[in-house]
């Protein structure tokens, strides 16, 4: 599991942690059964607080992504293939719709909000 946090970034830690992992565990990187690492061990390898980590971590179990077993930790959650796909373009919706209406909010029509996702999909 790779995590880079920003303490520059407009999003909370947490935050930052909750989509950095659920987008692991979406694409397959964390596979179902994996299991997390102990929320102290996080908190201490990130240098960031232990009730920082446990929120995400509530985040993800909220979103059905994670379980936590008492006494064994926290494991990511056995999601089939066909709900990956769905809770992956679920996650991009919301994203592109938070970005669409901040373009609206700058004057841009839909012609000009597509031919700019279309500049940046095709960006080396």
Request: glycine letters at 8%; proline letters at 4%; aromatic letters at 4%.
């Amino acid at each position: 599991m790779n995590l880079t946090i920003s303490a520059t970034c407009e999003k909370p830690i947490y935050q930052q942690l909750f989509e950095q992992i659920s987008a692991q565990i979406v694409r397959g990187e964390l596979p179902g059964g994996t299991c997390l690492p102990p929320i102290r061990t996080v908190a201490k390898e990130l240098r960031i607080s232990v009730i920082t980590v446990k929120k995400a971590w509530e985040e993800l179990e909220r979103q059905g992504l994670i379980v936590s077993i008492t006494g064994k930790g926290c494991f990511v959650a056995e999601i089939h293939a066909g709900e990956l796909d769905d809770r992956r373009a679920d996650m991009a919706l919301k994203r592109l719709g938070q970005e669409v209406a901040y373009c609206k909010s700058l004057g841009l029509d839909e012609t000009a909000i597509t031919n700019i996702v279309h500049q940046c999909f095709h960006r080396p």
